[in-house]
């Protein structure tokens, strides 16, 4: 394993495909939920909403895992275990609108993908993962 995602693999991370990511409950056991992803080069980033179960689980515990599988061929995927360095607002909204781009083509994520009331009713964070095993496997 290393600690850098391969150029063979990032468009897995890049997106747009669906990522599973896992975090641990404060009780140890995992909670895994499925995300838009993309990176800075540096960091995979993942976008949230503040105070969900993720959010609550990377504060108690910033390690988490991120499985991503080519939806094209099974047997091509990575894995990264990494820490959460960061958890930060600023960017956030922009940030979910540009994955709104990515993976569904919206305009935005606000009025598109989610109702327009939720933008004036939560605060999107962004979770910046720094990569600390990597695994890949196919292509």
């Not at 994520?109 to 695994?135: D, L, M």
Request: glycine letters at 8%; aromatic letters at 6%.
């Amino acid at each position: 394993m290393t600690s850098t995602i391969p150029d063979s693999h990032r468009d897995l991370i890049d997106g747009p495909v669906l990522v599973t990511f896992t975090t641990i409950m404060p009780d140890g056991q995992p909670q895994s939920t499925i995300v838009w992803c993309n990176s800075d080069q540096q960091h995979v980033l993942v976008n949230s909403v503040a105070g969900r179960r993720k959010h609550k689980n990377i504060q108690h515990d910033p390690r988490v895992t991120l499985l991503a599988l080519d939806p094209n061929d099974a047997y091509r995927w990575i894995e990264i275990r990494g820490v959460v360095d960061e958890i930060t607002e600023k960017g956030g909204v922009d940030h979910i609108d540009e994955l709104a781009r990515l993976y569904e083509g919206a305009p935005s994520f606000f009025g598109h993908i989610a109702e327009a009331e939720r933008a004036n009713a939560e605060t999107r964070i962004i979770f910046k993962i720094r990569p600390v095993k990597v695994q890949a496997a196919g292509g």
